[in-house]
């Protein structure tokens, strides 16, 4: 980032503006004007020892100050209120760090603290991806697993390729539908969302195979084979669509008798189930690559 991004502005050419209740008139000795027109007042040491932008531009403002009478300085910051106010209680020791739970702000959050290069700050928020804390006697698992196709396009954006296989791996589990619902708003690179989709299809093409192994019944009744074969293919979707072998256990007990009374389920033992059921856990177990391109 060069300095024009952050260039000072004089106090007059203010539009209409509020000043953060965070951050008042008198608690800082720079302000910095954010592109939704609020106001923060900062101490400029710690906005110099947080980030590597500010420190080259208060160095070449220290320069020019030596010949111009020396006034409180005032810098325009390339984000919004929200997200500044967040930055600042990374690097401020007097307030604790904020669990960012919103994962457009999130990513808000990280794209400024790269943009300013602040090393602290996006270290903050690269574990926060993977903490898991308890909230009122409840556990709270972490974000890439909460919101793993919004982390997964957060943390490839950004070159966090470990984290990224961790949220890939989450990916590969559950309704994709409904992990993409929490993400509308990020765009995922071509590659990735081809690596997403191939290694569903490989996990799904997994349950099929699985279920074209159970036999047909061997009675010769007309029914049984017409409600094994209806069973089979609500089975196949339900298995598709979720990637959960959890659903694979609920429709294998429920009673699904023809009218003949044959059961279709009771023709995979309860053996047989186990080793599936092994076989998924190791499966979900191993960390997927990501695109070979973004590694490189």
Same mark, same amino acid.
């Given at each position: 980032?060069?300095?024009?991004?952050?260039?000072?502005?004089?106090?007059?050419?203010?539009?209409?503006?509020?000043?953060?209740? #965070?951050?008042?008139d008198?608690?800082?000795?720079?302000?910095?004007?954010?592109?939704?027109?609020?106001?923060f007042?900062?101490?400029?040491?710690?906005?110099?020892?947080s980030?590597?932008?500010?420190? %080259?531009?208060? +160095?070449a403002?220290?320069a020019?100050? +030596?010949?111009?009478?020396?006034?409180?300085?005032?810098?325009?910051?390339?984000?919004?209120?929200?997200?500044?106010?967040?930055?600042?209680?990374?690097?401020?020791?007097?307030?604790?760090?904020?669990?960012?739970?919103?994962?457009?702000?999130?990513?808000?959050?990280?794209?400024?603290?790269?943009?300013? +290069?602040?090393?602290?700050?996006?270290?903050?928020?690269?574990?926060s991806?993977?903490?898991?804390?308890?909230?009122?006697?409840?556990?709270?698992?972490?974000?890439?697993?909460?919101?793993?196709?919004?982390?997964?396009?957060?943390?490839?954006?950004? +070159?966090?390729?470990?984290?990224?296989?961790?949220?890939?791996?989450?990916?590969?589990?559950?309704?994709?539908?409904?992990?993409?619902?929490?993400?509308?708003?990020?765009?995922?690179?071509?590659p990735?969302?081809?690596?997403?989709?191939?290694?569903?299809?490989?996990?799904?093409?997994?349950?099929?195979?699985?279920?074209? #192994?159970?036999?047909?019944?061997? %009675?010769?009744?007309?029914?049984?084979?017409r409600?094994?074969?209806?069973?089979?293919?609500?089975?196949?979707?339900?298995?598709?669509s979720k990637?959960?072998?959890?659903?694979?256990?609920?429709?294998?007990?429920?009673?699904?008798?023809?009218?003949? #009374?044959?059961?279709?389920?009771?023709?995979?033992?309860?053996? %047989?189930?186990?080793?599936?059921?092994?076989?998924?856990?190791?499966?979900?177990?191993?960390?997927?690559?990501?695109?070979?391109?973004?590694?490189?």
């Amino acid at each position: 980032m060069s300095t024009s991004d952050a260039a000072s502005i004089a106090p007059s050419s203010y539009p209409l503006y509020q000043v953060s209740k #965070g951050f008042p008139d008198g608690k800082g000795d720079i302000t910095l004007l954010t592109v939704d027109n609020v106001i923060f007042h900062v101490h400029r040491a710690i906005l110099q020892h947080s980030s590597a932008v500010f420190e %080259t531009i208060f +160095e070449a403002g220290d320069a020019k100050d +030596e010949e111009d009478e020396p006034t409180k300085q005032q810098l325009k910051f390339e984000a919004d209120a929200a997200t500044l106010d967040l930055l600042l209680r990374h690097i401020y020791q007097n307030h604790c760090s904020p669990r960012i739970e919103d994962v457009d702000q999130l990513a808000s959050v990280f794209r400024a603290a790269k943009r300013y +290069e602040m090393e602290g700050v996006f270290d903050q928020l690269r574990r926060s991806l993977l903490e898991m804390r308890i909230t009122r006697r409840k556990v709270v698992s972490p974000l890439y697993i909460r919101y793993p196709f919004a982390i997964l396009a957060i943390t490839y954006a950004f +070159e966090l390729y470990e984290e990224a296989r961790l949220a890939l791996r989450e990916c590969m589990k559950g309704d994709m539908k409904a992990h993409m619902e929490g993400a509308s708003n990020f765009d995922v690179p071509v590659p990735l969302m081809n690596t997403i989709i191939s290694l569903r299809e490989s996990r799904a093409n997994w349950f099929k195979s699985k279920l074209d #192994g159970i036999p047909w019944p061997s %009675t010769n009744c007309i029914y049984c084979y017409r409600k094994c074969a209806e069973w089979r293919c609500q089975l196949e979707r339900n298995v598709m669509s979720k990637l959960d072998f959890e659903v694979v256990r609920r429709e294998l007990a429920k009673p699904e008798r023809c009218e003949n #009374g044959h059961d279709p389920s009771q023709l995979v033992p309860a053996g %047989t189930l186990s080793a599936w059921s092994d076989e998924w856990k190791k499966m979900q177990e191993v960390l997927p690559e990501l695109p070979e391109d973004s590694c490189e």
